[in-house]
């Protein structure tokens, strides 16, 4: 059964039991949506448990715990450059209670992957963006390495590929990098992780030299881990001293990755609208302060607002991916 006519009949499901007292049982659905949440709401997260996306979420969800009065229970279901989570909540019933709290790989890794389990235009409603995110391209501290130029001229001395690790497979880092190196005729092969604590882990460690992590994680590490560059217009309050890609002069790295949260489609809009005000207020000056301890910006904003933020991007990333010929098909 596709996921339209699932949809399709758990909607419309209460109205065929109820025959001729369909009318009540719309009534009844009124008034769930009016107490909703009436018990747990599960929020999926496609990435490892750890890193600075799933650190940054728990603050969020804490906050609406404590409005709701009941348990937000923060499921990671990482893999699939973030596919197989979202995956989970396509499929699962568009009653609030299972939630989708992901980045900008929802659009990204079915271009890449060439299919996709899901549609995210047509299988998701869009809640409210949680906040943005500058990535930092990071060095171990022995690698003679100390800004872009250098990486450039590492690389290409090698002999072979350079190893770079990233969050994700499909995810913004990804593909900035091998649009970057394609450009630059850089020798590179990417390493995926489930997430970026499993990253950071083996930048520490020493398995992979070169990795793209959010400026959480950079500052946390400095001093074992060497940042060199960042993403995006501007340099993140954590990394006051760590230049952008532009600065250094190089062009065409100023795209921002947004952190998102998504209902299946179908979901009633009263329960849309209320997550989205709920998350909206907590987005005051404390809250703000423990999210950018992991280097995410709080934004917040209207479900329609979002809507066209991933609309705009989805357009974007298909483009460049398919322009730059990148494929994990």
């Known amino acids: 059964m596709d ?20 009318p009540l049982g719309l009534g009844t659905a009124f008034a769930q949506d009016s107490a909703y949440p009436s018990r747990p709401v599960r929020v999926v997260l496609p990435y490892a448990a750890g890193g600075s996306s799933d650190v940054a979420f728990r603050v969020l969800a804490d906050g609406l715990s404590k409005a709701w009065g009941k348990p937000v229970i923060v499921d990671n279901r990482p893999g699939a450059g973030g596919m ?3 995956d989970v909540v396509a499929k699962s019933a568009p009653d609030g209670y299972t939630l989708l709290a992901t980045l900008t790989n929802l659009v ?11 549609n995210a235009e047509k299988d998701f409603v869009p809640i409210a ?31 072979r590929p350079l190893p770079y690790g990233t969050y994700a497979v499909g995810g913004t880092g990804h593909l900035l ?16 992780y489930k997430g970026e604590a499993p990253l950071v882990n ?27 560059a960042v993403s995006g217009v501007s340099r993140p309050p954590q990394l006051p001293d760590v230049p952008t890609f532009k600065e250094q002069g190089f062009g065409g790295m100023e795209r921002q990755g947004w952190f998102g949260l998504f209902a299946p489609a179908g979901t009633s809009a009263a329960i849309v609208e209320k997550v989205s005000a709920d998350v909206n207020r907590l987005m005051v000056p404390a809250t703000r302060a423990r999210v950018a301890e992991t280097g995410y ?23 460049a991916i398919r322009a730059s010929n990148i494929s994990l098909e």
């Not at 990204?108 to 899901?118: D, N, T």
């Not at 171990?140 to 002999?159: F, M």
């Not at 979002?306 to 991007?313: E, L, N, R």
């Open 84 to 86: 197989i989570g979202a």
């Open 297 to 319: 910006v709080l934004t917040g904003g209207t479900p329609a607002a979002f809507a066209s933020t991933v609309k705009a991007d989805d357009k974007f990333w298909r483009e």
């Open 129 to 159: 963006e949680l906040a943005t995110l500058n990535l930092v391209w990071v060095v171990q501290k022995d690698l003679p390495v100390r800004d872009i130029k250098g990486l450039i001229e590492y690389a290409k001395k090698q002999g």
């Open 202 to 228: 083996d930048l520490l460690g020493g398995q992979v030299q070169v990795g793209v992590i959010g400026p959480g994680n950079a500052r946390q590490h400095t001093g074992r881990l060497r940042a060199i």
């Open 108 to 118: 990204q890794a079915p271009v890449l992957f060439g299919k996709s389990p899901y």
């Open 3 to 22: 996921q339209d006519r699932r949809r399709a009949l758990w909607q419309i499901g209460i109205g065929i039991a109820a025959g001729p007292f369909a």
């Open 177 to 192: 990098m091998e649009t970057f190196g394609r450009e630059h005729k850089l020798p590179l092969v990417h390493v995926p």
